[in-house]
């Protein structure tokens, strides 16, 4: 294993850290000033396309995807490019157009639309004239296990010796969603529920504007609303139909299509939580240098000097680990590599909202503030220990994988 960065990865890697020094770092206080000048706005904000435009001059164009119709980068290439990203975690992924959930729909597309699905769907997505939605999670059931989903997908006749699909059901946490541009909503229920209960479950696109589609409120993450994201959404779909050409990939597959976006997917959360947590840190070194507390600087106090050696020592593990993730995907597969992306799924969320949680302690009053972004990088730290499967789960799988190797 060499994580040494190569010729192509080391050059983006400088060209997106001027990206983010020059543009996107002091972009961050114009966000929130947008954001205030209109609070009832949920389309993007005037910033992120103008930093959509200054990346993509740069080359910083969908880095994630790899093949011709991304950057043809690998997992491994893309790894430092990613952590990069998660510095300025509300702006530099959409910056790229490389944010969730739009990834992981692109990944899907890629993998499993048709030419025509791809055609319609996935080519302005790339382009990001458009942006989507994955609902999958709902109300009702627990979620943690997506074998539980209740969302119906019926069969009916669409009146002209054709079938369409009815869709019925209710979803939340569906991120994106409130954004008036995300045009696609891709949707998982039960096809089957007389089937094995992992062939039970299928993926329809469905288009935001098919009749008894309802977005029916937004919901917040500790308090925040993430409308820089399109928020997340509570939807309702009411006898929803569309064309039997809106299935993606094929009946009964739609849960192990779910664990292929999701793979990828849980990876570069943890590829932009180890930046999350060296953004923080950068915070902890200026403050602990300058902030005086009991007559002497805080970078002189025992316990201070602790969490950063604590910190530094699991940012290091942290990442190695992740790099062999990411070195596994490329060279043996997802489904090989799943023992290392379910233990950075576990591990790098929780290390990294413990060092968030001590520099925010540190910061005191500040840390809880609104001047500073350690609160809002713990609630999304705190929110990936649930989002792509709680930590439970991961654990369940893991250990169970352990307990039965030879």
Same mark, same amino acid.
């Given at each position: 294993m060499d994580f040494a960065h190569d010729e192509r990865t080391a050059e983006l890697v400088g060209e997106l850290t001027d990206f983010l020094e020059t543009e996107v770092y002091p972009a961050e206080a114009e966000l929130d000033a947008e954001l205030a000048e209109h609070p009832g706005q949920w389309s993007e904000p005037a910033v992120v396309g103008r930093l959509r435009a200054s990346a993509r001059s740069r080359g910083l164009w969908n880095l994630f995807l790899p093949g011709a119709r991304g950057a043809g980068l690998s997992n491994l290439q893309y790894a430092p490019l990613a952590e990069l990203t998660g510095r300025s975690i509300r702006l530099a992924p959409a910056a790229l157009n490389c944010a969730a959930p739009d990834t992981g729909n692109m990944e899907l597309l890629a993998e499993f639309g048709t030419d025509d699905q791809q055609r319609e769907w996935l080519e302005p997505l790339l382009e990001a004239r458009i942006r989507s939605s994955f609902c999958m999670t709902e109300p009702g059931v627990a979620?943690?296990?997506? +074998?539980?989903?209740? +969302?119906?997908?019926?069969?009916?006749?669409? @009146?002209? @010796?054709?079938?369409?699909y009815v869709i019925t059901g209710r979803k939340w946490w569906s991120t994106g969603a409130m954004n008036p541009d995300a045009a696609l909503f891709i949707v998982m229920g039960k096809t089957d529920p007389s089937a094995d209960r992992h062939r039970q479950q299928s993926m329809v696109l469905v288009p935001r504007s098919t009749p008894g589609v309802t977005v029916v409120r937004p919901l917040t993450v500790f308090g925040y609303d993430d409308r820089e994201h399109g928020g997340h959404a509570e939807i309702v779909f009411d006898r929803v139909r569309v064309p039997v050409e809106n299935l993606l990939g094929a009946e009964g597959a739609g849960f192990?299509?779910?664990q292929a976006r999701l793979g990828p997917g849980r990876i570069h959360h943890c590829m932009r939580l180890l930046g999350m947590a060296e953004r923080?840190?950068?915070?902890?070194?200026?403050? !602990?240098?300058?902030?005086?507390?009991? @007559?002497? #600087?805080?970078?002189?106090q025992g316990v201070v000097r602790e969490w950063a050696a604590d910190a530094r020592v699991q940012l290091e593990a942290l990442r190695l680990l992740v790099l062999k993730t990411a070195?596994?995907?490329?060279?043996? @597969?997802?489904?090989?590599?799943? +023992?290392?992306?379910? !233990?950075?799924k576990i591990a790098v969320p929780q290390a990294v909202e413990g060092i968030l949680d001590h520099a925010i302690q540190l910061f005191g009053g500040a840390g809880v503030s609104a001047? +500073? #972004?350690? !609160?809002?990088?713990? !609630?999304a730290a705190r929110t990936l220990r649930l989002a792509d499967g709680p930590d439970e789960v991961h654990r369940m799988s893991l250990g169970k994988a352990e307990l039965g190797r030879d």
């Open positions: 979620s943690s296990d997506a +074998t539980n989903i209740e +969302t119906v997908i019926e069969r009916a006749s669409d @009146g002209h @010796g054709g079938s369409d192990a299509m779910a923080a840190l950068s915070l902890v070194r200026e403050r !602990a240098a300058s902030r005086v507390a009991f @007559g002497r #600087p805080l970078a002189e070195w596994l995907m490329d060279t043996v @597969g997802n489904r090989a590599a799943m +023992t290392e992306i379910q !233990a950075i001047d +500073t #972004p350690l !609160a809002r990088l713990w !609630a």
